[in-house]
């Protein structure tokens, strides 16, 4: 059984590009949640897509952006990237009901220069 | 505003030693406390917690939830060098959906 899988695991982007970042939830999980990991921090929560739809959102400017397919996968988008952009962000996959447990995938590194 | 506040930061022991890994929260509306492990890139799930009073427990790892003193506790025994990690406290209250709330997080490093 795959668990929560992200792309690519690393890149490097310039400041004011913009960046896609890929997440495929467990097998099974419907509900996909971005959250940003500063070094030595705990991850903040950015949003959450269930049914395709943006149902939570954390306190992230409107450059941060995302999407969920009809096959529960999901991509955030960073557009005028900042270098305090930098950080890994990690994708985590829940099950549908009333299931707090959720798993997170590797991470994708983003460095911004 | 919610908060989770992990302690101690980090943490050195001996292989062998038993720690005790403190989180304690202000949350409103809180629903359950989860513990994660991170050694490099993902938290792996442990535990999460939702009543007061009751052990969870997984070998050597242990955790325990204090709703009135809004405080949980992540005990390892017989640590291990394996052990060695990041490890994540998480709340989430019944308003914000099913977003996590995490706190900075305890290093361990356990030494031979």
């Known amino acids: 059984d795959a668990g929560v899988t992200q792309s690519p695991t690393h890149l490097i982007k310039t400041r004011g590009q913009q960046v896609t970042l890929r997440c495929s939830p467990k097998?099974?999980?419907?509900?996909v949640s971005w959250y940003q990991q500063a070094l030595g921090q705990g991850p903040q929560f950015i949003f959450q897509?269930?049914?395709?739809?943006?149902?939570q959102r954390g306190n992230f400017p409107d450059r941060f952006s995302g999407h969920q397919f009809p096959n529960y996968s999901s991509e955030l988008n960073v557009n005028a990237l900042l270098l305090g952009d930098s950080a890994l962000y990690l994708c985590?996959?829940?099950?549908?009901?009333?299931?707090?447990?959720?798993?997170f995938g590797p991470g994708t590194r983003l460095t911004v220069t | 505003e919610d908060k989770v506040v992990q302690s101690p930061l980090s943490l050195v022991v001996h292989e062998g030693d038993t720690v005790t890994l403190n989180c304690s929260y202000e949350?409103?509306?809180?629903?359950?406390l989860l513990w994660y492990k991170q050694e490099k890139k993902a938290p792996t799930f442990l535990f999460m917690l939702?009543?007061?009073?009751i052990e969870k427990k997984s070998g050597r790892l242990s955790s325990i939830l204090d709703k009135k003193e809004l405080f949980s506790i992540l005990n390892i025994t017989a640590t291990q060098t394996g052990d060695s990690a990041v490890y994540l406290c998480a709340a989430s209250n019944s308003n914000s959906g099913y977003a996590l709330n995490f706190g900075k997080g305890t290093s361990l490093l356990v030494t031979p």
């Open positions: 939702t009543s007061s009073g």
């Open positions: 897509y269930y049914e395709e739809e943006e149902r």
């Open positions: 985590a996959s829940r099950a549908g009901g009333n299931s707090y447990e959720q798993y």
């Open positions: 097998s099974g999980h419907d509900t």
């Open positions: 949350v409103t509306n809180f629903r359950s």
